[in-house]
């Protein structure tokens, strides 16, 4: 079998993110994916060590990895459009789920049940920490826009911070506490 799949996932480097809004870096999904897989590790971590889950912290990597995925065939639709209204969130969401499940018949059978992250999103705590490394990493893009001199970003920070905030999850907090003020420091600063 002849797969596509990773022809696929090469173009995620050409699907641009806030697309309405003037960025100062452009940010595509395979890079914020990177991100949010980095961000979501994090988090598992702290749950796992320090508030006693017990989810595999690798496949929560996995999901995140994965998690935009369907935008390599829809691209990203801006989030005031997406959540416009239930109509638009529902129909948007079935083509997203039409898009992945396309993806994924482009595995080789072969090996197609090492890709269960394509086949679910997780369960309710895994979701969880995937959606909020989600909009962490959005709240850093926010960050370093703003550091940037960009005010086009400042009413996502906020929204996002105040996201980031309801997610009730102990581990979230203690990344945000150690983590979330040292982006959009200089490197000077960081030294």
Not at 10 to 26: C, D
Not at 33 to 45: G, K, Q, T, W
Not at 115 to 132: H, P, R
Not at 133 to 151: P, T, V
């Amino acid at each position: 079998m002849r797969s596509h799949f990773f022809a696929y996932l090469m173009r995620m480097k050409n699907i641009k993110r806030w697309g309405l809004m003037r960025n100062t870096e452009s940010e595509n999904i395979k890079e914020h994916s990177l991100d949010v897989a980095y961000i979501a590790h994090a988090i598992a971590a702290a749950g796992n060590s320090m508030f006693g889950r017990n989810c595999n912290t690798e496949h929560i990597v996995m999901l995140a990895i994965y998690h935009d995925i369907s935008e390599v065939i829809t691209g990203d639709l801006a989030t005031p459009i997406k959540y416009f209204n239930p109509e638009i969130k529902g129909a948007y969401k079935k083509i997203e789920e039409i898009s992945t499940e396309k993806l994924k018949n482009m595995i080789p059978p072969e090996i197609a049940s090492e890709y269960s992250c394509l086949s679910e999103s997780g369960d309710e705590y895994e979701k969880k920490v995937v959606k909020a490394a989600d909009k962490i990493s959005a709240y850093f893009k926010c960050i370093e826009e703003l550091k940037s001199g960009n005010r086009e970003f400042a009413t996502a920070k906020d929204t996002l911070l105040a996201q980031i905030n309801e997610v009730a999850l102990p581990e979230v907090d203690y990344f945000m506490d150690t983590f979330a003020d040292s982006i959009g420091l200089t490197l000077d600063e960081l030294n």
